[in-house]
C-alpha cells in the first residue's frame, strides 16, 4: 500500500478474514456481507504524502447464529489484529448477503404452498420459475417476528433456461421469508391471472429483422490518452483525484482538486430508494433501498471494451469479500477514459475579426451496477473548465404485471404491451457532497431570481433581481429546487478570494429532478427521509456517511437525515457537507419494453469565481485535424 486511500487488495481480504475467523467471538455459522475501509481523519489524509506510515484499518460485517442485526469487525491490518467485534441492533440490520439471496430463492421453491400455488396456474416445473428475492422492511409481514431478517419473493416463468422470464410474471403470489428461522412463514396468493403468452427477449439472435449496423465510428488518441493512472489516482488536465469502489456506495471520489486546489474531500451515492405508487399487490409495498440493503458497489459489473467503454480505456478492478470469506474480483469495475464534448468556446466576429473555436472534452469515470431488474450507471465528468458533472443512467427492465381489469387502474399502471403493465414509480437518488473548497471553512448560499414589480424605476417590467440567502442553520438547508426561480446553491470559502475580491465557490445546479411523491409519513417517506428534499447540508461528522441509516434492512427510518438534522446545528461556516436527492419519476411507456432505454438524471457542479476569466482561453485551436469533409477529394 502506498496511500492510506488505496483499494483493498485480495491479500489484505484473506488476511482479514482469517483474523476474523481465528477471533474468540467468531461464529461457524458466520456468512460475511461485504468489506470496506476505515477512511483515517480527513487531516491525516489532507496532509500525507508519499512514504509517510500509515495506519490501515479495514471493516467486515456480517451475520451469524446470534438473531440479532449482525456483527461489524474492525481489523487492525498493521497490528494484523482484531480492534472491536461489535453486535448489531435487530432495529436496523447489516446488509442482505448472496447467500440469503441464493436462500430465499431454494426455501420458496421447497415450499408446499407456494408449489401449490404454481399448480393452480398450472405451473410444475420449477427450474423453470424465475424467483426475484426483494428486501422486506418497510410493509412488514404480520408472519415475520420483530427483528428478524427477511426477504420477499415474486416469481416469473421462463420458457427455456436463457429466456426473459420478466415477460411471463406469476401474479398473484408474494412468498414471505424469514431468514431468521429460514424458513417461508406465509405465501399470498391473490388469485389466479392468466400467463402472458408472448416472450420478450432482447438478445440479437432473437430479433426477427436487425438493421443495418451504424457505420463504424473509431476512438482512437494515436499518443496515448491524456491521463494518467498512478495505483487509483487519476491526473488529467490539472484535476486529481482517488478512486475506490465501497460495496455500499460504488465508486468513491476522494481529494479532487484542479491545478492543486481542494473542491471536494468525498463525494459518492450515499442512499437511494425505488418507491412504486400503485395498489397492484405485487408492487405496492415495493420501497427497495438498492444501494444499502444490497450493496451498489457489491454488484457493480465487469465492463466490456468497446461497448460499455469506448476509446483508449484505463480499468480499475475491485476486489468484494464474499459470504463465504473468499475474495471476488471484479474485473474492469472502474472505467475510465476521454471523450470529446462538442465546443468548448466559439465567437465568430462579426465586424471582421477573428473567428475562434475551441474543442471540449471531459475525462469520464463510470461504473454499472445490476440490481435485480434494473440495471444503473454511475458516470461522474471532469470538464477543462472546471466543472464537474454526475450523471446517472437508468436501464434494463421495468417492473411489471400480467394485465388484470379488476386490479389494474390506467392512472397507475401503464400499458406496455397488450399482455403487462409497469407502475408508476421513482428512482430516488442522494449523493453526499463532502467539501473541502480551498479549505474546510465553507459556507452555503442559496441564490433565487426575483422579478421586480412594475414603477417608475421598470416601467417595463424586466428588471429582475438576484437573491442571495446565507443558510446557517441545518433546518434553514432543507430545500428543494424551483425552476421558477432558477434556484441554485453555492459552496463559498469567505477565507479565500480571486482577484476581484469575490470569495472563491462552486454552485450546485440541480437538474429538473423530484422528490418523493408518496407521503411523508409512508414507509419510505420515513425510512428514506432524504428522498423529502432536494438539499440537505450538515457539518461534518465521521459517523454520518449514510443519508438513509448506517443500516437499512429491516429497519425503521433510524439515523437517515431527519435523525442527523434534528438537533439543528450550526452550519454557517463549518467543515460542510451537502446532500442533493436527485432522480426520476418513471411513468412507463411501450418503448421501455423488453429493455429501457437509458434515461438520464443528475446535477452540474459549475465553478463561481474560483477563476478570474474563462480558464479554457488559452486551449490551442484544433480544427481540422483527422476531421473529413465532403469538400475534400
Same mark, same amino acid.
Given at each position: 500500500?502506498?496511500h492510506?486511500l488505496d483499494?483493498?487488495?485480495a491479500e489484505?481480504?484473506?488476511?482479514?478474514v482469517?483474523?476474523?475467523?481465528s477471533?474468540?467471538n467468531?461464529?461457524?455459522?458466520?456468512?460475511?456481507i461485504n468489506?470496506?475501509l476505515?477512511?483515517?481523519?480527513k487531516e491525516?489524509?489532507r496532509t500525507?504524502?508519499?512514504?509517510?506510515?500509515?495506519?490501515?484499518t479495514?471493516r467486515?460485517r456480517?451475520?451469524d447464529?446470534?438473531?440479532d442485526g449482525g456483527?461489524?469487525?474492525i481489523v487492525?491490518?498493521?497490528?494484523?489484529e482484531?480492534?472491536?467485534?461489535?453486535r448489531v441492533?435487530k432495529?436496523?440490520?447489516?446488509?442482505y448477503?448472496?447467500?440469503?439471496v441464493?436462500?430465499a430463492i431454494?426455501?420458496t421453491?421447497?415450499?408446499?404452498d407456494?408449489?401449490e400455488?404454481?399448480k393452480?396456474?398450472?405451473i410444475?416445473?420449477?427450474?423453470?420459475?424465475?424467483?426475484?428475492?426483494?428486501?422486506?422492511?418497510?410493509?412488514?409481514?404480520?408472519?415475520i417476528?420483530?427483528?428478524?431478517?427477511a426477504?420477499k419473493?415474486?416469481?416469473f416463468l421462463k420458457?427455456?433456461?436463457?429466456d426473459?422470464?420478466?415477460?411471463?410474471?406469476i401474479?398473484?403470489?408474494i412468498s414471505?421469508?424469514?431468514l431468521t428461522?429460514q424458513?417461508?412463514?406465509h405465501?399470498?396468493?391473490?388469485g389466479?391471472?392468466?400467463l402472458?403468452?408472448?416472450?420478450?427477449?432482447y438478445?440479437?439472435?432473437s430479433?426477427s429483422n436487425?438493421?443495418e449496423?451504424? !457505420?463504424k465510428?473509431?476512438?482512437?488518441?494515436?499518443?496515448?490518452?491524456g491521463?494518467?493512472?498512478?495505483?487509483?489516482?487519476?491526473s488529467w488536465?490539472?484535476w486529481?483525484?482517488?478512486?475506490s469502489?465501497?460495496?455500499?456506495?460504488?465508486?468513491v471520489?476522494?481529494?479532487?482538486s484542479?491545478?492543486?486546489?481542494?473542491?471536494l474531500?468525498?463525494?459518492?451515492?450515499?442512499d437511494m430508494?425505488?418507491?412504486y405508487?400503485t395498489?397492484d399487490p405485487?408492487?405496492?409495498?415495493?420501497?427497495v433501498?438498492?444501494?444499502?440493503?444490497y450493496?451498489?458497489?457489491?454488484?457493480?459489473?465487469?465492463l466490456?471494451l468497446g461497448?460499455?467503454?469506448?476509446?483508449?480505456i484505463?480499468y480499475?478492478?475491485?476486489?468484494?469479500?464474499?459470504?463465504?470469506?473468499?475474495?471476488n474480483?471484479?474485473?474492469n469495475?472502474?472505467c475510465?477514459?476521454?471523450?470529446?464534448?462538442?465546443?468548448?468556446?466559439?465567437?465568430?466576429?462579426?465586424?471582421?475579426g477573428?473567428?475562434?473555436?475551441r474543442?471540449?472534452?471531459?475525462?469520464?469515470?463510470s461504473s454499472?451496477?445490476?440490481?435485480g431488474?434494473?440495471?444503473?450507471?454511475?458516470?461522474w465528468?471532469?470538464?477543462l473548465?472546471?466543472?464537474?458533472?454526475?450523471?446517472v443512467?437508468?436501464?434494463?427492465i421495468?417492473?411489471?404485471?400480467a394485465?388484470?381489469e !379488476?386490479i389494474?387502474r390506467?392512472?397507475?399502471d401503464?400499458?406496455?404491451?397488450?399482455?403487462?403493465?409497469?407502475?408508476?414509480?421513482?428512482?430516488?437518488?442522494?449523493v453526499?457532497?463532502d467539501?473541502?473548497?480551498?479549505?474546510?471553512?465553507n459556507?452555503?448560499?442559496e441564490?433565487?431570481i426575483?422579478?421586480?414589480p412594475?414603477?417608475?424605476e421598470?416601467?417595463?417590467?424586466?428588471q429582475?433581481?438576484v437573491v442571495s440567502?446565507?443558510l446557517k !442553520?441545518e433546518?434553514?438547508?432543507?430545500?428543494?429546487?424551483?425552476?421558477?426561480?432558477s434556484?441554485v446553491?453555492?459552496?463559498?470559502?469567505?477565507?479565500?478570494?480571486?482577484?476581484y475580491g469575490l470569495?472563491?465557490?462552486?454552485?450546485l445546479?440541480p437538474?429538473?429532478?423530484?422528490t418523493?411523491?408518496?407521503?411523508p409519513?409512508?414507509p419510505?417517506?420515513?425510512?428514506?427521509?432524504?428522498s423529502k428534499h432536494?438539499?440537505?447540508?450538515t457539518?461534518f461528522?465521521e459517523?454520518e456517511q449514510?443519508?438513509?441509516?448506517?443500516?437499512?434492512?429491516?429497519?425503521?427510518?433510524?439515523?437517515?437525515?431527519?435523525?442527523?438534522?434534528?438537533?439543528?446545528?450550526?452550519?454557517?461556516?463549518?467543515?460542510?457537507?451537502?446532500?442533493?436527492?436527485f432522480?426520476?419519476?418513471?411513468?412507463p411507456?411501450?418503448?421501455?419494453?423488453?429493455?429501457?432505454?437509458?434515461e438520464?438524471?443528475?446535477?452540474?457542479?459549475?465553478?463561481?469565481?474560483?477563476f478570474d476569466?474563462n480558464?479554457?482561453?488559452?486551449?490551442?485551436p484544433?480544427?481540422?485535424?483527422n476531421?473529413?469533409?465532403?469538400?475534400?477529394?
Amino acid at each position: 500500500m502506498k496511500h492510506l486511500l488505496d483499494q483493498i487488495s485480495a491479500e489484505e481480504i484473506e488476511r482479514a478474514v482469517e483474523l476474523c475467523r481465528s477471533h474468540k467471538n467468531f461464529d461457524e455459522n458466520t456468512m460475511f456481507i461485504n468489506i470496506s475501509l476505515v477512511e483515517q481523519e480527513k487531516e491525516q489524509i489532507r496532509t500525507f504524502k508519499s512514504g509517510d506510515d500509515f495506519p490501515r484499518t479495514l471493516r467486515i460485517r456480517g451475520i451469524d447464529s446470534n438473531g440479532d442485526g449482525g456483527f461489524v469487525v474492525i481489523v487492525d491490518m498493521k497490528a494484523n489484529e482484531i480492534s472491536s467485534f461489535d453486535r448489531v441492533s435487530k432495529e436496523a440490520q447489516v446488509p442482505y448477503s448472496f447467500a440469503e439471496v441464493f436462500m430465499a430463492i431454494e426455501l420458496t421453491k421447497a415450499d408446499n404452498d407456494y408449489q401449490e400455488a404454481l399448480k393452480k396456474r398450472g405451473i410444475s416445473d420449477l427450474d423453470l420459475v424465475q424467483i426475484d428475492p426483494w428486501p422486506a422492511g418497510g410493509i412488514v409481514h404480520e408472519s415475520i417476528k420483530k427483528g428478524h431478517r427477511a426477504l420477499k419473493t415474486i416469481s416469473f416463468l421462463k420458457e427455456n433456461e436463457t429466456d426473459n422470464g420478466y415477460a411471463k410474471p406469476i401474479n398473484g403470489v408474494i412468498s414471505h421469508v424469514d431468514l431468521t428461522l429460514q424458513k417461508v412463514t406465509h405465501v399470498e396468493d391473490h388469485g389466479v391471472v392468466p400467463l402472458p403468452k408472448a416472450h420478450a427477449r432482447y438478445d440479437s439472435d432473437s430479433q426477427s429483422n436487425l438493421r443495418e449496423l451504424p !457505420k463504424k465510428i473509431d476512438i482512437t488518441q494515436p499518443e496515448g490518452p491524456g491521463f494518467k493512472v498512478d495505483g487509483n489516482l487519476i491526473s488529467w488536465e490539472g484535476w486529481q483525484v482517488r478512486v475506490s469502489v465501497n460495496p455500499d456506495e460504488g465508486p468513491v471520489l476522494h481529494q479532487l482538486s484542479l491545478n492543486g486546489r481542494s473542491i471536494l474531500h468525498r463525494m459518492a451515492l450515499s442512499d437511494m430508494v425505488v418507491p412504486y405508487g400503485t395498489a397492484d399487490p405485487m408492487h405496492t409495498w415495493k420501497a427497495v433501498h438498492d444501494g444499502t440493503e444490497y450493496g451498489f458497489g457489491s454488484l457493480v459489473n465487469s465492463l466490456t471494451l468497446g461497448c460499455d467503454c469506448l476509446g483508449e480505456i484505463h480499468y480499475l478492478d475491485a476486489n468484494m469479500l464474499m459470504f463465504d470469506g473468499s475474495v471476488n474480483t471484479i474485473e474492469n469495475a472502474i472505467c475510465i477514459h476521454e471523450e470529446d464534448y462538442g465546443i468548448q468556446w466559439k465567437h465568430s466576429d462579426m465586424n471582421g475579426g477573428a473567428n475562434e473555436v475551441r474543442r471540449s472534452r471531459r475525462l469520464v469515470i463510470s461504473s454499472i451496477a445490476t440490481i435485480g431488474n434494473y440495471d444503473y450507471g454511475l458516470f461522474w465528468y471532469l470538464y477543462l473548465d472546471g466543472n464537474i458533472q454526475c450523471e446517472v443512467k437508468l436501464t434494463g427492465i421495468v417492473g411489471i404485471s400480467a394485465y388484470d381489469e !379488476k386490479i389494474h387502474r390506467d392512472d397507475q399502471d401503464f400499458r406496455i404491451t397488450d399482455e403487462l403493465v409497469s407502475p408508476v414509480h421513482q428512482h430516488l437518488f442522494c449523493v453526499r457532497l463532502d467539501w473541502d473548497l480551498e479549505g474546510d471553512n465553507n459556507q452555503l448560499f442559496e441564490t433565487n431570481i426575483e422579478t421586480l414589480p412594475i414603477s417608475d424605476e421598470n416601467p417595463d417590467g424586466m428588471q429582475v433581481r438576484v437573491v442571495s440567502t446565507h443558510l446557517k !442553520k441545518e433546518s434553514e438547508a432543507k430545500r428543494d429546487i424551483s425552476p421558477s426561480s432558477s434556484r441554485v446553491w453555492k459552496i463559498i470559502n469567505a477565507n479565500k478570494t480571486n482577484s476581484y475580491g469575490l470569495p472563491v465557490g462552486y454552485k450546485l445546479l440541480p437538474g429538473n429532478t423530484p422528490t418523493l411523491l408518496a407521503h411523508p409519513d409512508s414507509p419510505p417517506g420515513i425510512r428514506a427521509s432524504f428522498s423529502k428534499h432536494n438539499l440537505w447540508a450538515t457539518p461534518f461528522h465521521e459517523d454520518e456517511q449514510a443519508a438513509g441509516g448506517q443500516f437499512s434492512v429491516m429497519h425503521s427510518g433510524e439515523g437517515g437525515l431527519d435523525d442527523i438534522t434534528a438537533s439543528d446545528r450550526d452550519i454557517s461556516e463549518c467543515d460542510l457537507v451537502t446532500w442533493h436527492t436527485f432522480g426520476v419519476t418513471h411513468v412507463p411507456r411501450p418503448e421501455d419494453w423488453p429493455v429501457m432505454p437509458v434515461e438520464y438524471c443528475g446535477f452540474h457542479l459549475i465553478p463561481v469565481g474560483f477563476f478570474d476569466k474563462n480558464p479554457t482561453i488559452n486551449l490551442p485551436p484544433t480544427c481540422k485535424g483527422n476531421s473529413k469533409s465532403n469538400k475534400e477529394n
